[in-house]
């Protein structure tokens, strides 16, 4: 006679969430095949919790006060599993996974709280329509915005050098100014003015000018002086391709190449972008290989 179950059998525990796969349109690879196998899950737990937090601040039709409100809660989510903490019911497939990756990795929950302080930004200066009066104050928008992810993939690879932290925060700045000036007609209407002020007063412009979307030989140079001030940057952080090794390596060759082969259409547009999006395209993926093996 076979015996009877225990009355009270060990729970099962439950399966970790599976990150949240890229569903955004991107101009980079995100934890692609190229990533090592190893750190694919951990890059990609990483990206869900910034594309979440980007878009709780961004999409659908929250009030800003709504927004902030859930930015904290996510907040304090993050602390409380980076303290150990089971996640909560609300984002248990942004949280589970960043907590395993947290654990394993420990990751530096600085760089992770300065990306939600650039969404808080973002939301606050959506709300008011309040421009950057000049590249020093973008600069720093991008040092929370953007540089935390460079320094965390960095982090796992187990790069830490101040060189190689610099020249990935210069990819990483150059990426986001890269999307600004590719959004320039998305953002435009909806208020969100990341040309610096100095910039456009420097070129007789105002941003009711810009609003208006009507091409002038002004507006073409100011694109232009923007497109190429991100290309510096990039041009500046690209040797880091040479630091990391095998497939990191490459997979970031192909984000630079992919960064400039967007500022390549810029330029093709000339001013053009203020009415219309350059996108990469899926024929331009020759042209990014032929030129991240040349690096």
């Not at 980079?28 to 196998?37: D, K, N, R």
């Not at 039709?61 to 996640?87: H, I, N, Y």
């Not at 208006?212 to 232009?224: W, Y």
């Amino acid at each position: 006679m076979p015996l009877d179950p225990s009355p009270n059998p060990a729970p099962v525990p439950p399966k970790p969430a599976a990150p949240l796969p890229v569903t955004h349109y991107e101009n980079f690879p995100v934890a692609s095949w190229l990533c090592p196998p190893a750190l694919r899950a951990p890059i990609a737990a990483i990206y869900a919790f910034a594309r979440t937090a980007d878009d709780i601040a961004d999409e659908g039709d929250a009030a800003p006060s709504q927004r902030l409100e859930d930015l904290d809660g996510f907040e304090t989510e993050l602390r409380a599993v980076a303290s150990g903490v089971a996640p909560g019911a609300r984002w248990p497939e942004v949280f589970a996974p960043l907590a395993a990756t947290i654990k394993s990795h420990a990751l530096p929950l600085p760089l992770l709280t300065d990306l939600l302080s650039a969404f808080r930004q973002d939301v606050e200066r959506t709300q008011s329509a309040e421009p950057y009066a000049d590249r020093a104050e973008l600069l720093d928008y991008c040092r929370r915005s953007a540089n935390p992810v460079g320094r965390l993939l960095l982090h796992l690879y187990g790069v830490n050098d101040p060189q190689a932290l610099a020249q990935s925060d210069a990819i990483c700045t150059a990426l986001q100014l890269i999307n600004f000036w590719q959004d320039l007609s998305v953002d435009l209407p909806r208020q969100r003015w990341y040309v610096p002020q100095t910039d456009a007063t420097a070129l007789g412009l105002r941003a009711e000018d810009l609003l208006a979307q009507p091409r002038t030989p002004a507006s073409d140079r100011l694109v232009a002086e923007l497109a190429g001030w991100a290309r510096r940057c990039m041009d500046e952080g690209a040797p880091l391709v040479h630091r990391l090794p095998g497939r990191a390596g490459w997979e970031l060759r192909l984000v630079v190449q992919g960064g400039l082969r967007v500022l390549d259409k810029i330029d093709a547009l000339h001013g053009a972008c203020l009415s219309q999006r350059p996108r990469i395209r899926a024929w331009d993926a020759p042209l990014l290989l032929v030129r991240a093996m040349a690096m």
